[in-house]
């Protein structure tokens, strides 16, 4: 099973206006993402995906380039089963020979970013591929899974504190979601504005259901404590991303002063971050991105880490099809594989491109049964929002 071709697309697709939402990180009038096709000498395709954004309004031509002129030549007449080397050879570059024979690692020195995104992207179409020849969906390959179902929570909520409670109930009548997740931080401007919008989301949703809160970062660690301290009889399921991932250690003292579970991991990178993040005790629940944390393979990893840590792991899945679906897999075959994140702001990247119908049914989502990530591409939609 050779590789033939590896082609990657910087895909942009429009939202329309009225399904359109504004957070920290502005209005999201596309979501865009870098999709990757491998084709083998026997005709399979495996698709993956990269992320260098946070959100969903990316600039993709870096990563595009990058897995088009710089890694997808060099994966160019490769085994596509040997998913573990490839991934060891194109982290640690041009010492990988050394890296393999001593059982360590010696990366490049771009080991983070760009080029894990643009790893990760290759990791997830190769166990698509793997997945595929070996007519074995990746949940089973991975180990097995341990339900047909999983439960997913409603990823959203920015409305301001008069409608927020039915922005969220609305959410739990589409899906019987049992958790909701809405933004705060610095787009409310001051922590009491924030607190305000979680209280009433509280008061309308009642005890039952579980809240979780994402700041994307944009607390300091005093604010972040302040605003704790507002919420502290809300009964938070977690705290997302506090304090800025580049502030580790606040990150460290936040945690150790609230009784709010604390949530990470969207900003990290490679089993290397998440070994750091559990060893010092700086998050209750790890949040790998398949498709900037090291694809299927790191986030298995990180699964591990978390289970070693007594940690959950519950994968940031706010992607296009490929991540999400990888997300999926991992979560179904990992021990401390908890909840999905299911986004409820428009998504076309997951909607558009899966032929079949991707829902949540009273709060629980299917692990897919078919080859591969069990996802067909519309290829249609690949070729019309090709940004060239
Ligand atoms: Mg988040």
Redesign the pocket.
């Known amino acids: 099973m050779r590789i033939k071709s590896v082609e990657a697309r910087w895909v942009q697709i429009p939202i329309a206006q009225e399904q359109q939402h504004v957070s920290d990180f502005g209005r999201l009038r596309t979501f865009d993402a870098a999709i990757l096709r491998i084709e083998t000498e026997d005709g399979l395709v495996g698709w993956g995906e990269g992320k260098n954004a946070a959100g969903s309004a990316g600039q993709y031509a870096a990563l595009v380039h990058l897995l088009n002129a710089e890694f997808g030549p060099r994966l160019i007449g490769q085994d596509a089963a040997a998913i573990t080397p490839i991934w060891e050879r194109l982290y640690n570059g041009v010492r990988h020979q050394g890296a393999a024979a001593r059982g360590h690692t010696m990366p490049e020195l771009a080991r983070r970013g760009l080029s894990v995104a643009a790893i990760s992207a290759i990791d997830i179409a190769l166990w698509d591929l793997r997945g595929k020849a070996l007519g074995e969906p990746v949940w089973s390959l991975l180990g097995g899974r341990s339900a047909e179902r999983l439960p997913a929570y409603a990823s959203g909520g920015w409305a301001d504190a008069g409608a927020i409670g039915d922005q969220l109930k609305s959410y739990v009548d589409a899906g019987g979601f049992g958790a909701v997740k809405m933004r705060v931080g610095s787009m409310d401007g001051a922590p009491h504005a924030s607190a305000d919008r979680v209280r009433a989301a509280r008061a309308a949703l009642g005890p039952g259901i579980d809240l979780m809160v ?1 700041a ?1 970062g944009t607390y300091t660690v005093a604010d972040a404590k302040r605003f704790a301290a507002m919420v502290a009889d809300c009964d938070l399921a977690w705290f ?2 506090p304090v800025t991932a580049d502030d580790r250690a606040g990150l460290i003292e936040f945690r150790a002063a609230t009784h709010i579970p604390v949530a990470l991991g ?1 900003s990290e990178a490679t089993r290397f971050d998440f070994a750091d993040l559990a060893a010092r005790r700086a998050a209750d629940v790890l ?1 790998p991105d398949p498709a900037f944390c090291g694809g299927i393979t790191e986030t298995m990893r990180i699964g591990t880490i978390a289970s070693a840590f007594n940690l959950r792991l519950a994968p ?1 899945l ?1 992607a296009g099809a490929p991540a999400f679906f990888a997300g999926l897999h991992v979560i179904a075959a990992a021990p401390a594989g908890a909840i999905v994140e299911f986004s409820l702001g428009a998504n076309p990247m997951i909607h558009d491109l899966s032929r079949a119908p991707v829902r949540v049914t009273d709060g629980t989502i299917a692990v897919p049964d078919a080859p591969g990530l069990g996802l067909e591409i519309d290829e249609d939609i690949i070729a019309r929002y090709t940004k060239r």
Request: hydrophobic share 10%.
């Open positions: 994402d994307h997302e991303e969207e949040q940031h706010w």
